[in-house]
């Protein structure tokens, strides 16, 4: 079986509202490929902004309004 390395919650070269995004979807456990569908976006798009490559408001602020990944 493959294993993904997992990136860091925490980087200290991002911006503030990065990390509290990347914290926000670790900690309501939800992934970049299943988050991305419920946020209306594709999946590379929300790992360029949660890795800083990219800027969007509009998507941290959808990432803090997600609730808890449904099991």
Known sequence: MLTRKLFPVYDP???KEVNEARKSLAKKQWSYRSA???LGVHHVHLALVLTGRRQSRRLLAAIA???NRPR
């Open 13 to 15: 070269s991002l911006p």
């Open 36 to 38: 991305a569908p419920e």
């Open 65 to 67: 309004a997600l609730p």
